[in-house]
């Protein structure tokens, strides 16, 4: 009661921000104040403040999955972000990895959905969460996905199926015009630019001196995010 006050006028200032932004803002403003359980209760005070906004809710479609056996990826663009380096606009995507059953994922700043920076993409996803799944999906990008074939199967391109192969990966991907089919990786890319965003948010700022700043950024964020999912 004592804090509400202030958490309006953050909400009042930017409805974008998520109560559990707010509500580790508040540990971090006063130590030991909050316990983790009093979440809920910020969110129903939160959720009644909203009523009259109409916020859009997510909808979640959860998948049993096993381990080990999928990684799913993709490129998004990062554009809606408005990051800029030292002052100057940075139009950039990410190739964007996802481990199906964790949900632990890796990210690489890239400019194209070209066939190099899916190779390079891949490599560096691979490092970053340690590991190799037997399957790597992805939709039917021209880099990785021919035209299907008289029998209806994906043909895979022969720089693919030998990157896979270096790998020891076998590929897939999905039913063109079934997004859904590669849904976790499409619905990470919501939660991850969600959190890049809250996480501008709290800095203040959607500037950086340069690339590497903004890379050292993300990785940061990303590692966090997984930390939480191994707890």
Request: net charge negative; aromatic share 10%.
């Amino acid at each position: 009661a004592d804090d509400w006050s202030w958490v309006e006028s953050q909400l009042e200032r930017d409805p974008a921000l998520q109560t559990k932004t707010l509500f580790a803002l508040l540990c971090q403003a006063f130590p030991g104040r909050y316990q983790e359980g009093q979440l809920r209760t910020l969110q129903r005070h939160v959720q009644a403040w909203r009523v009259q906004q109409g916020p859009e809710q997510e909808v979640m479609f959860p998948q049993e999955h096993v381990p080990g056996r999928m990684a799913q990826s993709d490129f998004s663009s990062m554009n809606s972000l408005q990051i800029t380096l030292a002052g100057s606009p940075f139009p950039h995507l990410i190739f964007h990895l996802v481990l199906t059953y964790s949900n632990v994922e890796a990210v690489r700043v890239c400019f194209s959905e070209s066939f190099e920076a899916l190779a390079e993409g891949l490599e560096a996803a691979l490092w970053q969460v340690g590991g190799v799944p037997e399957w790597h999906r992805t939709d039917n990008l021209s880099a990785a996905v021919r035209d299907l074939d008289r029998e209806g199967l994906h043909e895979f391109t022969q720089h693919y199926r030998g990157l896979l192969s270096h790998y020891g990966m076998q590929p897939s991907a999905n039913t063109a015009g079934c997004a859904n089919q590669n849904g976790d990786v499409e619905q990470s890319h919501h939660r991850f630019k969600n959190a890049v965003d809250q996480a501008l948010r709290v800095r203040g700022s959607r500037d950086f001196p340069d690339r590497a700043a903004y890379e050292r950024f993300l990785a940061e964020l990303v590692r966090a995010r997984n930390l939480t999912r191994s707890e």
